[in-house]
Nanobody, 128 residues
């Protein structure tokens, strides 16, 4: 069983930065896709960024390219999302997910229904 615990959310002004962390416990063998999603009130959950552990390849939604950076510390089994130049539209609950069960990381990283494991989320609020 894999458990994911997010941290690092908070309130920040527009233009500011935050770093989210996702600590994973348990093991997933082989390369797998892990990433970040977000969900704003009244909106669907959307993919933000993903990381394929087998190749360290990264994938980003167009809305965050150039502002967000996803990375992973293998020794700590922790996934990070460095968020810079934050905007009010980035306000949402951010979730960590792991192990895509359909498609590939490249093609399906924005589909929440294709991920098996989820964290409880951490809130990010950006004020303008």
């Amino acid at each position: 069983q894999v458990q994911l615990v997010e941290s690092g959310g908070g309130a920040v002004q527009a233009g500011g930065s935050l770093r989210l962390s996702c600590q994973a416990s348990g093991h997933i063998y082989g390369g797998y896709c892990t990433g970040w999603f977000r969900q704003a009130p009244g909106k669907e959950r959307e993919g933000v960024a993903a990381f394929y552990t087998g190749s360290s390849s990264t994938y980003y939604a167009d809305s965050v390219k150039g502002r967000f950076t996803i990375s992973r510390d293998n020794a700590k089994n922790t996934l990070y999302l460095q968020m810079s130049n934050l905007r009010s539209e980035d306000t949402a609950m951010y979730y960590c997910a792991a192990l895509i069960i359909r498609g590939t990381c490249a093609s399906n990283f924005m589909n929440p229904g294709d991920f098996l494991y989820w964290g409880q989320g951490t809130q990010v609020t950006v004020s303008s």
